[in-house]
């Protein structure tokens, strides 16, 4: 453990809206202190050394399809005849059936249910089986649950399942609360994350203009999303086809030789990556495929890079890729059957490079003191040593910033600051702590921890003050 002592506190940024600039004040942030207080704690690397540059496909040597990854697990549909067994033991070998695989341990497991198209996240398996019906296979209890509900291209996130019914309107399933909601809204090949359902729409499907050309084109299909909390769509204006969504990021293609693109959901625009592709995948890392070989495209600093290995369906899950790999195509047999003839899943892991927040607790939720404590654990989830900022905040304004902290891979800390919170005006403080984007860090969503909105009550009144509010001590 080791402790440091931190001078030239941003008064500026410190005397935002609802703080009142007396000198008394100015006093006060003069005397104030800044103490963090750093605890490194190192685990072991989990990532296994890697060459720079060069990416080494493992295989999980088995056959299947459509592969989702979450954690270190990738969900898939095998055909029976492709592996001629009866996976399901309903005596026949004409079905598809779930199964995963198991990255850290190795282990294949078969579900037994009949499904396509899985949709990975956490514990849950979301797959469409027979009859178009939407169910979800649970690993930790290995047990299937149907809803009932028809539909197409199942995808989750967190206890959100989203799909199209046969209207070809968005549904939203919420696996808490067992309420499906028929959002109204025309599109197809649904993606979720967080309260965000992207998807693309057909002009012919809606009868209108969706990309601003002047005309409604029947083969024209243009992004747009929903928005679960404030059931707002949102149309993009751009042409797309496959979408994809992760944090404010949504990437999709949209034609044959075209530049993959994404949306920024926060600042409403369309960024061009530059590099031709297909089917892009992004979940903390974005993937896409270019002439039937991987590329990795860096958001941070716009750069594309050609991993070489050949694959099929991508899946991306932060650094791990999970994707089909036909060996006929790499003439190679990768599931041990001495035949060059199956369709096998593969998975590799991107350099990662990920500073994460993971808590930020007060000393007191009582605001009528001179100070209370803000304290944040800060992590690095990647494989490479980082340095980086760390910033306190109350609403967007700046508390305080530490400047140059470094933690090795798998090393945390822990960051203390005093916050002088006795001159604060009666209201809501949504307080956070923010880590800065690192070199090449693609997952920034945990970049930002968000600690709770603290209040601090109007204090009661003088006498005879006629409403006016009395001055905080
Ligand atoms: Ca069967
Ligand atoms: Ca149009
Ligand atoms: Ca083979
Ligand atoms: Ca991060």
Redesign the pocket.
Known sequence: MCRYLAEGLDFRGSLGRGVRESSDLRKLYRFTTLIVTLSFAFFVPYFSPRLEGVILPSTTGAVGTSPSVFGQLIAFSTPEVAVQVDLNGDGDILDRVIRHYNVASGTLTNTGAVGDFPSLFGELIVFTGPGNLVSYYNVTSSTVTGLGLVGDGARIYDDLLVFVGNDQKIRVYNISTGVVENTGVLGASPAVFGTTVAFSTLESLVGADLNGDGVTDPFTSVARYYDTKTRAVVNTGALADHVSVYGSIIAFDYALNAPVRFYNTSSGSTVNTGTIGLSPAVYGSMVFLENGTIRGYDMSTGVSDDTRVDGNALSVYRNMVAFETDENIVNKDLNGDHLVKDVVLRYFQLPLH???VTSLTVSSTDLNQPAITLTATVAN?GGSTETFSMSFLWNSTVISVIQGMSLGSGGSATVSIQWATGSLLPGSYMISAK?G?VPE?N?????VYDGGTLTKPAPALLGGGGGAIARPL
Not at 443 to 447: A, D, F, I, K, M
């Open positions: 990920d500073i994460g989830l880590a984007v860090e997952e920034t969503v945990n970049n």
